[in-house]
């Protein structure tokens, strides 16, 4: 049997390539692409036990001559009904196998093969690849001649189904184009989608792969090829970790310009398989025409029709002086209506519309709040317009945020998209503001300040601001902008961070947000920000905290007056010693008043894998009382009965549930990156504070208490917000003030507890 070595070829970082066939390069590149096949074509003619009647094909990278440093094999052993044929394949793969390579393989004949493919619209797509590497090129030729021919005839009942496969596909992978760590083949815009458009080109729909189409191609394969070679295996998807290496393989600056180069290309496909679409849809259901012969025409806005499924404009508007708003008037018909511009309309606008005054004419701000507020229509329609640099006309600043990483765990998207989705977000609560023409202009430009040096929300507002005047708000409509774009993050910081019961947090936000009416702007905006963010950004106890302090802060708004903070729960300051209550989501523990008992419930939660959100200790008739809102850390209720016990012995200093604690504390401590310490003296009435930012970890809460006790600090209460793999705990510190000589030695307890 004939055996294969495997060659080890450097990368980028000094690993590896693994699966290098002896003689088959490395390298990135078409001309490396194409020795590659060569190689391996080379290699398989050796191994080949030939027979008439028995043709080997390759399909797939192979088929195509685009292999990928460690890539895999597609191959079918083609025959024409010759015996033996189970043998002949064992003999084939085997050897392939004992490579370490790995191998998609089939065994048919033309008949079988064109059989499956009739049924299976991928196999379809993969016979369009098949090349001859050995034995009877006539059964190749037939295999080949014949699919092709099939699927031109069958295309245009294929696509419907093959279009299904693909947004499924879309729908589990997402777009390219804005994230953050895609993945090359899979995601819309990558790889596969490629080999979509060059199916429907074969099948004569559209001009599908048109110039653009194959250099972004080109581009995306060499981004693959220098991704194997970093990683040394096979991987589509582009990690973060890999993204400066793949960077240097292929000659660009740094990982985020690799990043925005993807992100170009990824549009360019999407966008071309978006047109290929719908050219296959009109040819599929024809095309109108009137009693005249001429394509039917319908009116939907002022000065854009609809032709065939697409919007165009209105003769009268490419007769005349095209108005400066024509641009953004189309684009809103678009996301209003959910139908796709044609492209000639689009390629139209970008060379001949005028440049907007400043300020705007009213009817182009109009549109622009009627294309941010058009809620699914108005992603689809905003990319059209930015693939054809529309955007950029009406907003100058869009060149510096497009495709622009967000290099933070709980962002999902690129900034431009995330933008983008805000404004689609915030057309949700629409009915919840007074203005919701501000909201959703302020949720479209809320982080216009990143990739900016210093503080977005800072740095945004005059950036904001200055958009809101040109585009003809009033100033004081334009400040309210500003105001949004600062104060975005106040609500979640603040009802995550701080003690929602002090007076002091309450005046403070009160005082920042100045009226009811920005409140309440704030408050949405806060939602759709969270909601375009991911998953991570939001949850149940964090939508109830901030919904709590605005209650807060409208009351004091309203009458002058801060609430009250609410009166402890009547069954912990009577009845026997120790209780503890377990609710929903909320732990209420009494017992003796004693230091570290707010320690002693945080190890104990921990144990029990809860995760502390927020966390209340106050003393009251010689009672100490800890309350903690709670959510599981792995999804999973502890067991009820076994929580109460534990903390009944625990709170009563039983030794043993002590021991547990700090063995199990001991051993999750976290390996993250250096904590830190940022005090704040003037934030509460009664307490200075003290706020930790570290990497999370299990017990985190328990072990900062305990370290805050035994240094001699008492904690009134604890605020703790998670940031992706980061947690930002405050803990209030009882008393006016520390000395400088006592804070220093609260600090270097915390940070060694960490």
């Excluded at 299976?120 to 295999?143: E, I, S, Y």
């Excluded at 009268?316 to 708003?325: C, E, F, K, L, V």
């Excluded at 609500?491 to 009160?510: F, Q």
Aim: hydrophobic fraction near 45%.
């Amino acid at each position: 049997m004939t055996s294969l070595t495997t060659a080890a070829a450097p990368t980028g970082d000094g690993a590896p390539v693994v699966n290098e066939v002896a003689g088959v390069p490395g390298g990135v590149g078409e001309a490396a692409r194409s020795a590659r096949a060569d190689a391996l074509d080379a290699w398989l003619r050796r191994i080949f036990p030939g027979r008439p009647g028995v043709a080997l094909v390759a399909v797939g990278g192979l088929g195509r001559r685009q292999c990928a440093p460690c890539g895999d094999l597609d191959l079918v052993l083609l025959h024409a009904g010759v015996p033996g044929v189970d043998e002949l394949a064992a003999a084939l793969w085997y050897p392939i196998w004992d490579a370490g390579l790995r191998l998609d393989h089939s065994v048919r004949t033309v008949t079988e093969a064109l059989s499956v493919a009739q049924d299976d619209v991928k196999v379809a797509l993969g016979l369009l690849d098949a090349r001859h590497v050995a034995g009877d090129p006539a059964l190749t030729d037939q295999l080949a001649r014949t699919a092709t021919d099939h699927w031109r005839r069958t295309a245009i009942r294929q696509l419907p189904r093959l279009r299904e496969i693909t947004a499924a596909r879309w729908e589990a992978h997402g777009e390219l184009a804005f994230l953050l760590e895609g993945d090359l083949k899979e995601a819309a815009g990558g790889l596969r989608d490629v080999g979509i458009l060059r199916a429907i080109a074969t099948a004569g729909v559209t001009d599908a792969l048109r110039p653009a189409v194959h250099a972004a191609h080109r581009r995306l394969l060499d981004t693959r090829d220098a991704l194997h070679q970093q990683v040394g295996r096979r991987v589509d998807r582009l990690l973060a970790q890999e993204r400066d290496g793949v960077a240097k393989l292929l000659g660009v600056d740094e990982g985020d310009a690799l990043l925005r180069l993807t992100a170009g290309d990824a549009r360019t496909v999407r966008h071309a398989l978006d047109d290929a679409w719908r050219a296959a849809d009109r040819l599929r259901s024809g095309r109108q025409r009137a009693a005249s012969g001429r394509p039917v025409r319908r009116p939907v806005a002022r000065d854009v029709v609809e032709q065939d499924g697409e919007l165009v404009l209105a003769r009268t508007a490419i007769g005349a002086r095209p108005d400066p708003s024509l641009s953004l008037r189309v684009a809103a018909a678009a996301a209003t209506t959910r139908l796709p511009i044609a492209r000639a309309t689009c390629e139209w606008l970008a060379a001949y519309c005028p440049p907007l005054p400043a300020p705007w004419p009213p009817a182009a701000r109009t549109a622009l709040t009627t294309l941010l507020g058009a809620g699914p229509g108005l992603v689809p329609a905003w990319e059209t317009c930015d693939r054809y640099g529309l955007i950029d006309g009406w907003l100058p600043e869009w060149t510096r945020m497009r495709s622009l990483p967000q290099h933070n765990p709980v962002h999902r998207f690129t900034l431009d998209r995330h933008l983008v989705q805000t404004a689609y977000e915030a057309s949700r609560h629409a009915r919840d503001v007074e203005r919701p023409d501000l909201l959703l202009l302020g949720a479209f430009l809320h982080d216009v300040g990143k990739g900016l040096p210093g503080d977005h929300s800072v740095v945004g507002a005059p950036l904001a601001e200055a958009v809101a005047a040109r585009i003809g708000l009033p100033p004081a409509e334009a400040a309210l902008i500003g105001t949004l774009v600062r104060l975005h993050l106040l609500l979640p910081e603040v009802a995550t961070r701080r003690d929602l019961s002090d007076p002091k947090t309450i005046a403070g936000v009160a005082e920042r947000v100045g009226d009811t009416g920005t409140l309440e702007l704030l408050h949405a905006l806060v939602q759709a920000d969270a909601a375009a963010t991911g998953p991570a950004a939001w949850s149940g106890w964090k939508g109830r905290l901030v919904a709590e302090l605005v209650a807060r802060v409208r009351t004091t708004l309203d009458t002058g007056v801060v609430p009250a903070p609410p009166a402890p729960d009547p069954a912990l300051v009577a009845g026997p010693l120790p209780v503890v209550h377990l609710g929903e989501d909320r732990v209420s523990v009494a017992a003796a008043d004693r230091r570290g008992l707010l320690a002693t419930v945080a190890g104990c939660l921990a144990l029990h894998r809860l995760e502390v959100i927020s966390a209340d200790a106050a003393t009251v008739d010689g009672r100490a009382l800890v309350e903690c809102r709670v959510q599981p850390r792995y999804g999973l209720a502890p067991d009820p009965i076994a929580l109460s016990a534990d903390l009944r012995r625990a709170v009563a200093g039983d030794v043993s549930v002590t021991q547990r604690l700090r063995g199990r504390a001991l051993a999750a401590r976290s390996r993250g990156a250096a904590p830190r310490v940022v005090w704040h003296r003037e934030a509460a009435t009664d307490a200075v504070l003290l706020e930790l930012r570290a990497a999370d970890a299990a017990g985190l809460l328990y072990r900062v208490a305990c370290a805050l006790d035994e240094a001699g600090a008492q904690v009134r209460a604890a605020r703790i917000a998670t940031l992706g793999g980061d947690v930002v705990d405050t803990f209030y510190l009882v008393g006016a003030g520390l000395p400088d000589e006592q804070r220093a030695r609260v600090e270097a307890a915390v940070l060694a507890a960490v």
